[in-house]
């Protein structure tokens, strides 16, 4: 068995108590074009001062006796849109602080506080934010390798698309291309084909789909979790599979009693990682 530690980097606000780094430290979140509105916990990684906190996280962490680190970019912050279902507001409309609109100034000489929506220069900026990501990436890639441990990284097609973007953008072809993890995980089906991302990795790195298993009760949950389980093995592009919510196998009558049901969000969700 291996144990990774787990991650989030555009998850700061979900349980955070008040002495958290992002909660006593909100300028470094996400801000909106007129600067008035924030999304708490979504931290921005053009600020040296948030790479160096996460490094330093990781720095912490490796020096524990684990296989690696484990990424999410996965958020329960409240987004723009969030509830509304969906909608690109979070990237083209957020995180337009101050050294991402210095960089943007310097590469294309405009303000893109003012480009027009839908254009190419607001693509542009979505995907500045993601260069900034990746930036990040690298040094922590630096961090696990040199303690002799593994970075794995969870994200979603959408997400790595700068056009369908709803919140952040992750540069994952460029994750895989450069090798900049050991692991991708794509959020999808385990059957899902892999093989974009094998090739742009030239079966260098692993591959991995994400299944969630998560039902309203134990026996919905115990069946999504065979089916995905069978799809895995049968999956011929993939190196393994998260099971994401695994803890609702753990505890049998978890959708069974009324007072945990109405507290379920109260808790965090349980994954793990399956190999083939």
């Not at 996400?30 to 990684?45: E, F, I, L, M, Q």
């Not at 990436?137 to 997400?159: F, H, N, P, Y």
Request: net charge negative; with cysteine.
């Amino acid at each position: 068995m291996q144990v990774y530690a787990w991650v989030t980097l555009y998850d700061s606000l979900y349980y955070a108590p008040p002495t958290e780094f992002f909660q006593r430290h909100p300028e470094y979140t996400w801000v909106s074009k007129d600067g008035a509105k924030r999304v708490p916990g979504v931290p921005c990684y053009a600020y040296p001062e948030v790479r160096r906190y996460r490094i330093d996280q990781i720095k912490e962490l490796v020096a524990y006796d684990v296989d690696g680190i484990f990424l999410s970019d996965r958020s329960h912050s409240p987004w723009p849109g969030r509830n509304a279902g969906g909608g690109n507001e979070g990237a083209r409309g957020y995180g337009f602080n101050e050294p991402v609109v210095a960089e943007y100034l310097r590469r294309y000489g405009k303000d893109p506080r003012t480009v027009e929506p839908d254009s190419l220069d607001e693509l542009r900026f979505v995907q500045l934010k993601g260069d900034f990501l990746t930036e990040f990436l690298r040094e922590a890639k630096a961090v696990t390798s040199a303690a002799g441990k593994k970075l794995v990284m969870t994200t979603d097609q959408q997400i790595a698309d700068p056009t369908r973007a709803t919140w952040m953008y992750v540069d994952a072809e460029t994750l895989a291309r450069e090798r900049i993890l050991d692991e991708l995980c794509i959020r999808s089906a385990a059957n899902a084909s892999l093989d974009h991302w094998r090739l742009l990795a030239d079966g260098r790195i692993k591959m991995t789909t994400w299944a969630g298993i998560h039902g309203q009760t134990y026996e919905q949950c115990l069946e999504r979790m065979r089916s995905e389980l069978g799809r895995m093995l049968e999956n011929p592009t993939s190196d393994g599979s998260t099971f994401h919510e695994l803890a609702n196998l753990i505890y049998p009558d978890c959708w069974e009693h009324r007072h945990l049901r109405e507290r379920r969000y109260r808790y965090f969700p349980a994954s793990t990682s399956a190999g083939i």
